[in-house]
């Protein structure tokens, strides 16, 4: 079965297509002509993966699955949420994002947080979602080089490292989108 993967993200498409093996041939959305900025237009994670993989379905004919995460801080009310790549801004700069959720979080001392990773497969006209989270906490400086976006200041429960201070190795055995994606992968193989 052919599968489109949206996004263009090599190193994601290699980890997933290495999980599913031979039985599903995965394809980006450059592969399949797609160079349009998909609209994330809604208020949820879920409906946003949703959006994404009912666009490619709609325009260009072939069943898929999309991802969409984001960082949800209790003190925030669940910023930034959806707008986590874009919290500071348009220009989806990640110091600039980790700035201003410590400056918004400097006079809160509850800095519970979780990742989201909500992942919809379309095949057939049929919808699934899987969902991964991790629970954690805001540190209060960054801390690692590894990982990318909200790493350096998120460090899950139960460690004293954050994200950013594992290996990438460390960091798929618990992370929120390793999660998603095992029940993806999990779903498929029985397809």
Request: some cysteine; proline content about 3%.
């Amino acid at each position: 079965m052919k599968l489109c993967f949206a996004t263009n993200n090599l190193h994601k498409l290699k980890e997933i297509q290495a999980l599913l093996g031979d039985q599903f041939e995965l394809v980006t959305l450059s592969d399949i002509g797609c160079e349009t900025d998909i609209p994330e237009p809604f208020e949820t994670i879920a409906e946003n993966s949703a959006a994404k993989a009912k666009y490619v379905c709609d325009h260009y004919g072939i069943n898929c699955f999309a991802d969409d995460t984001g960082l949800e801080v209790t003190a925030l009310d669940g910023e930034p949420g959806v707008y986590s790549a874009r919290y500071a801004g348009p220009q989806r700069n990640a110091d600039d994002n980790i700035g201003l959720l410590l400056d918004n979080l400097s006079t809160k001392s509850d800095r519970s947080a979780r990742f989201l990773t909500v992942i919809t497969l379309v095949t057939d006209g049929k919808y699934q979602q899987f969902e991964g989270t991790v629970d954690g906490h805001i540190i209060s400086e960054k801390r690692g080089s590894n990982g990318f976006g909200y790493d350096p200041v998120f460090m899950p429960n139960g460690f004293d490292r954050t994200f950013a201070e594992m290996t990438l190795d460390e960091k798929s055995l618990l992370s929120h989108r390793a999660r998603a994606f095992a029940g993806l992968v999990g779903f498929l193989k029985q397809l």
